[in-house]
């Protein structure tokens, strides 16, 4: 099992900057991909941002040159810089993690969610 743990949401006024941070931890072989998404109320959940073991990074339109994703040194850490946030960026925030595990002598791929955490922009 993978544990995936957020931290850093809040509340921030528009034009502020908040960072969130995911842990990953548990069984596994590699970390693939890891990633942030996020839901508003009666929305479907939609991309914010993901980071490939190999460093490629991929962004939502709405994102694009305010939202930076990095990994940590460990690789196994995800954190996500938001810069001149918008009430619109309101939302839940999940980490996803993307890994493959060694289990009864196979390597099966899987992913895992955080429980999310909630980030609220007023005006």
């Known amino acids: 099992q993978v544990q995936v743990v957020e931290s850093g949401g809040g509340l921030v006024q528009a034009g502020g900057s908040l960072r969130l941070s995911c842990a990953a931890s548990?069984?596994?072989?590699?970390?693939?991909?890891m990633g942030w998404y996020r839901q508003a109320p009666g929305k479907q959940r939609d991309l914010v941002a993901t980071?490939?073991?190999?460093?490629?990074?991929n962004y939502g339109d709405s994102v694009k040159g305010r939202f930076t994703i990095s990994t940590g040194n460990a690789k196994d850490t995800v954190y996500l810089q938001m810069n001149n946030l918008k009430p619109e960026d309101t939302a839940v925030y999940y980490c996803?993690?993307?890994?493959?595990?060694?289990?009864?002598?196979?390597?099966?791929?899987?992913?895992?969610w955080g429980q999310g955490t909630q980030v609220t922009v007023s005006l």
């Open positions: 996803n993690v993307d890994v493959t595990q060694y289990s009864g002598g196979a390597f099966r791929r899987g992913d895992y």
């Open positions: 548990g069984s596994t072989y590699s970390i693939n991909a």
């Open positions: 980071i490939e073991a190999g460093g490629g990074t």
